[in-house]
């Protein structure tokens, strides 16, 4: 054997061995992510499902903060000697539709500043006779996860005259108590019926049996009724369903579901039109108009719609608010969520379409002039200004008052446009690349049929340049949903306990507001160590909401560009 | 090559066609420019109403940009400029203040590249007809399917009108453009090397649909295909470095050309 053939084994070996290394080293790393990732994921589901952190996590129905409401008689009913001067004072007090019901007597001394508290919870009332002095509050607290409700039953009315005699002979005190809690899955029948004959059109769009054809069928000639069928009942879904938001994406699926029934029906018309039979469904897609956008937006609502049960199931850290500096565990980044999406949402409608109009007049419409030419140089260095930067302009034109601000004080409303101009540069840029790469043809057979410029723009170009735009503009979103600079100063607040108004800038009301990358950064410099892991499962929840809009662009970006080839 | 010699032995290559009296558009001592660079030199072309007239000719010797002035295509282009006159039907379309919509209405255009809009095949069609007319659902309807049957291509979609004009094959789309084209009646037909993308059959088959449409249409055609010019076409101009060196019919020119250029460029003995 050669030298050279026992050098080529040893080489062979080290690169086997090479190869390995550098294939298991690469496992090992995603090993490494994954378990990190679950780490964290365990962060968020811990609190919610597990018993642990030193002790009892209590389980979700005592996260409640106790719901109280108080009473005070202006007058006793008893005597120094004990007797009762009127009728006994006696509420009813009861729960569960009726089926528990209470008795508490009330007597009220002269002496003043003597109370009691009651306390209502599973087991009944903490007392049945409670003294109370004269003009004193005293509170009733519930912690049961319903409402309760309090009745007089006898006695003299808090608001009697001198003499104890009520002034009316009977009256009831209804109050409900507040309740925190969601009794788990709320849809409504309605909601379920709406999302499920989504699905049912859904499944039969994609993959149609001569079964439901016949059934869908019977319909024809009926389209308009059915329309307005389910119209009707996409108003019913809402009211009934008190303009939840569970409740508003059914309607928009009952609404869909006109839609798609209709262009069902056309469409098995035409198939038969055409000379063909229902069994041969394979042709029916042909004949849909619109079959792919339908069916693109009917998927998207019923993931949107997935990934909300989350906000209908009691999850603490999804659906409570910031508690306070105590009770890390039965706080939650509600009204961080909220504020986050209303500052997108507002930032979406102030820059995506001025971002888009000035990227079709500078790409479609302006010549290359000295002046476009600067202002083309200023877009793109903006691009890349430092995102505080952004703050201070926001700062002095949206929150302040007087001289150039608009004085809409640190609102959601300022933070907002604040955000829209800092991602219209972003747009700008990503939608004139979408427009510059429209290919010519396009623009020649449009012209070819007599088009005008802007019926080129509006009908062909742009519907060309969508995924750009479209990729543009959510990337850009999602850039300034991660920002936290420009916010704090334009003067996002750490705790929030209740959830924002988005025009109280303009309109009035509690300004203050903050978001998800705001709210991490202010639970990471808490002492407490359960306020840290509250922090990375709240970046956890930032990662899923990035990821679930830039689903949604890609989804998007799939859709437009399967039109184009 | 010397170019004066060639324009100076063609003098006015149309004096003795007989098409004076139903010619449709007329070219006039047309010159263009892009930019400094001189694209055509004085051309002048009738083209007569109801007929097939081909142009052919070397790359780049001008045949499609003659073609894209016909519906003031080449306005497209910023730094492209002309001087001369094109009258249809006596009006002049070069005009400054002409209706491009109104001209590229009534000269419609069918390029070389199937081009059809990334919309539904019934969109296709129906577009530059919702466009220019306020047609009902039951008249596009109409219009769509007779548009569709005159471009021979109903057979094959007529089950799938709403499926993506994109999704055709290459021959069927380049119909489904000659569709869009006739659905809003046009005068004139111009087709920039239709075939140039296709195979053999589909070819074959939009030759028929020429021969076809010369009865309700007047159609030009720019072509690479000497064979093509002959079978399709009554009429032929021969192009070469920007200047028209021959035209007269097309029996005449293919059997017996004046011009020794054009014979040796429809022999194949060229450069």
């Known amino acids: 054997m050669k030298d050279i053939d026992l050098l080529q084994k040893k080489n062979r070996k080290l690169r086997d061995f090479a190869e390995t290394m550098g294939s298991s080293g690469l496992a090992f790393t995603g090993l490494i992510g994954l378990f990190f990732l679950s780490i964290l994921v365990w962060q968020i589901a811990a609190p919610t499902f597990i018993d642990g952190e030193n002790g009892e996590i209590p389980p979700a129905n005592e996260f409640i903060t106790e719901s109280d409401y108080e009473l005070e008689w202006d007058y006793p009913n008893i005597d120094s000697s004990g007797e009762l001067t009127t009728d006994p004072i006696v509420l009813e007090i009861s729960w569960d539709d009726g089926d528990e019901v209470h008795e508490l007597q009330i007597n009220v001394i002269s002496q003043r500043d003597v109370y009691e508290d009651i306390y209502l919870n599973e087991s009944g009332l903490s007392t049945e006779i409670v003294e109370v002095g004269r003009k004193t509050k005293f509170h009733i607290y519930s912690t049961l996860p319903q409402s309760v409700e309090v009745k007089q039953k006898s006695g003299p009315v808090p608001s009697a005259d001198e003499t104890g005699k009520p002034l009316v002979s009977t009256f009831v005190i209804e109050y409900d108590v507040a309740v925190l809690y969601d009794e788990g899955i709320v849809f409504e029948p309605l909601e379920i019926l709406g999302y499920g004959t989504l699905i049912f059109l859904v499944v039969t769009f994609r993959f149609p049996k001569p079964s439901m054809l016949r059934f869908i069928q019977k319909f024809t000639g009926k389209e308009r009724q059915l329309k307005g069928l389910f119209y009707a009942l996409a108003l019913v879904t809402i009211i009934a369903g008190n303009y939840s938001l569970a409740s508003i994406l059914a309607a928009l699926c009952w609404i869909l579901s006109a839609t798609m029934s209709t262009s069902l029906t056309k469409g098995i018309e035409r198939l038969l039109h055409s000379g063909r039979e229902l069994s041969e469904t394979s042709r029916l897609k042909h004949s849909i108009s619109n079959r792919d956008g339908l069916l693109m937006w009917s998927n998207m609502l019923l993931v949107i719609s997935t990934l909300f049960i989350p906000l209908e199931i009691y999850i603490p850290f999804l659906t409570e608010r910031y508690q306070d500096i105590f009770s890390p565990y039965s706080s939650g980044i509600r009204a961080a969520f909220y504020g986050t999406i209303w500052v997108m949402l507002i930032a979406m409608i102030s820059a995506i379409p001025i971002s888009v109009g000035a990227a079709i007049y500078l790409e479609e419409y302006a010549n290359p002039t000295k002046t476009t030419k600067l202002i083309q140089a200023l877009v793109t260095n903006l691009a890349g200004v430092p995102s505080i930067v952004f703050g201070m302009f926001g700062l002095a034109i949206f929150v302040k008052q007087g001289g150039i601000g608009w004085g809409l004080g640190p609102s959601i409303l300022a933070a907002g446009l604040t955000m829209g101009v800092m991602a219209m540069p972003i747009i700008v840029l990503a939608s004139q690349e979408a427009l510059r790469s429209v290919p010519r043809s396009i623009r020649e057979s449009a012209y070819g049929v007599g088009c005008t410029q802007w019926q080129v723009t509006k009908d062909h170009v742009l519907p060309s340049a969508m995924p750009g735009i479209m990729t543009g503009s959510i990337l850009a979103m999602s850039r300034i949903m991660g920002e936290a600079a420009p916010l704090v100063v334009v003067g996002a607040t750490a705790m929030i306990v209740f959830d924002p108004e988005p025009l109280a800038g303009l309109v009035g009301g509690n300004v203050n507001f903050t978001v998800i990358p705001i709210q991490i950064y202010f639970w990471t410099s808490e002492p407490d160590p359960a306020w840290h892991s509250m922090a990375a499962a709240a970046s956890i929840s930032l990662i899923a909401l990035l990821v679930a809009m830039n689903s949604i662009a890609i989804v998007l970006r799939q859709h437009f560009r399967r039109r184009l080839n | ?271």
């Open chain 2, 1 to 271: 090559m010397n170019n004066e010699a060639q324009t100076e032995e063609i003098p006015d290559s149309t004096r003795d066609l007989d098409i004076e009296h139903d010619r449709k558009l007329m070219i006039e001592d047309l010159d263009l420019w892009y930019g400094d660079k001189q694209a055509l030199y004085g051309v002048s072309l009738p083209i007569a109403k109801n007929s097939v007239t081909a142009l052919i000719g070397p790359s780049g010797c001008g045949k499609s940009t003659l073609l894209r002035m016909m519906n003031r295509m080449n306005d497209l282009i910023p730094i492209c400029h002309y001087d001369g006159k094109i009258t249809m039907d006596d009006v002049e379309i070069t005009g400054k203040d002409a209706d491009l919509v109104e001209i590229r209405k009534k000269v419609g255009m069918v390029f070389q590249r199937p081009n059809p809009f990334p919309k539904s095949i019934y969109d296709n069609v129906g577009y530059g007809v919702k466009l220019h007319f306020k047609p009902t659902r039951e008249e596009l309807d109409k219009i769509v399917e007779k548009s569709l049957k005159r471009a021979a291509i109903w057979k094959e979609v007529s089950d799938r009108q709403h499926e993506l004009g994109t999704a055709l094959s290459g021959g069927q789309q380049q119909r489904l453009c000659i569709a869009r084209t006739i659905a809003i009646e046009p005068d004139v037909i111009l087709m920039d090397e239709p075939c140039s993308a296709l195979d053999p059959i589909a070819t074959a088959a939009i030759e028929e649909l020429i021969l076809e449409l010369k009865k309700d249409f007047t159609v030009v055609i720019v072509t690479h295909s000497m064979s093509q010019a002959a079978r399709v076409s009554d009429y032929t101009g021969f192009m070469y470095l920007g200047r028209l060196v021959e035209f007269d019919k097309t029996d005449k020119i293919f059997s017996d050309p004046d011009n020794e250029l054009t014979k040796r460029y429809i022999t194949g003995r060229f450069g």
